[in-house]
């Protein structure tokens, strides 16, 4: 059994910093690119940061220049380091991998964290 367990969110006022982590435990073989997607009420999750294994790394527009996502590959774990945050940064981050698990790759997802950011 595989699980995606995020931590690290919080309250926060604007401005400020926060660091997000997910480690993948379980019966894992590898684990591929890892995540950070974001959702508030009322509209679809929204595509944060992205890392590959080997470390290629995209970004959502929003968040170019303040987020920074890592990873370390020996401990399955994400990292998302928010800087600068804004009040539009408040959401429900999840972290998401694609894991080898035996002779299958799956997708999934951990259980959310909440960011909220004050004015």
């Known amino acids: 059994q595989v699980q995606l367990v995020e931590s690290g969110g919080g309250l926060v006022q604007a401005g ?5 982590s997910c480690e993948a435990s379980g019966t894992i073989f590898t684990v591929n690119t890892m995540g950070w997607y974001r959702q508030v009420p009322g509209k679809q999750r929204e595509l944060v940061a992205l890392i590959s294994r080997g470390g290629s790394i995209n970004y959502a527009e929003s968040v170019k220049g303040r987020f920074t996502i890592s990873r370390d ?8 380091q928010m ?9 429900a981050y999840y972290c998401n991998a694609d894991i080898w698990v035996g002779v299958s790759m799956q997708n999934y997802w951990g259980q959310g964290t909440q960011v909220t950011v004050s004015s």
């Not at 400020?16 to 997000?20: I, K, M, V, Y």
């Not at 590959?73 to 998302?80: G, S, V």
């Not at 800087?83 to 959401?91: G, Y």
Request: aromatic content about 4%; hydrophobic content about 35%; charged content about 25%.
């Open 73 to 80: 590959n020996a401990k399955n774990t994400a990292y998302l």
């Open 16 to 20: 400020g910093s926060l660091r997000l």
């Open 83 to 91: 800087n600068s945050l804004k009040v539009e940064d408040t959401a």
